[in-house]
């Protein structure tokens, strides 16, 4: 089944940040969709790192290793620096989902149906 959001985070050294956007993200939930199982059905996630020299590709990479359930998120790392725009861009290319959602390293959801709510929202007024 084909994602219906797509939220994008778009990193820059957030080395000390990945972990609590991953723990944000994995929490998110759909009515829908009650079971943590099923949040594939639903949503994909993006992380886009712009070549940051903390080592935010690294430790994303373990986290998401840690967790193969997670077959819905995918880690980019870009191999120079393209900034802020042009990594958006890259990233806007890469998503099949009719809707997407763009953060930056610094986006903790202010609740579990955070994207579910925005979704709804999208799907309501198109």
């Not at 944000?24 to 996630?45: C, I």
């Not at 191999?79 to 725009?85: P, V």
């Not at 809707?99 to 955070?114: A, E, K, N, P, R």
Request: glycine share 4%.
């Amino acid at each position: 089944m084909q994602a219906k959001i797509t939220v994008i985070f778009l990193l820059y050294n957030a080395k000390k940040t990945v972990q609590a956007l991953l723990t944000a993200v994995m929490r998110q939930k759909h009515p829908k969709f009650p079971g943590t199982d099923q949040q594939a059905n639903w949503l994909s996630v993006l992380f886009v790192d712009d070549k940051s020299p903390d080592g935010t590709s690294a430790e994303l990479k373990s986290l998401l290793a840690k967790n193969p359930a997670l077959s819905h998120y995918k880690l980019v790392s870009n191999e120079s620096n393209l900034g802020l725009s042009k990594s958006l861009n890259k990233s806007l290319e890469m998503v099949r989902s009719p809707y997407v959602l763009t953060c930056h390293c610094d986006c903790i959801f202010g609740s579990d149906l955070y994207v579910a709510n925005m979704l709804e929202l999208l799907e309501e007024n198109p």
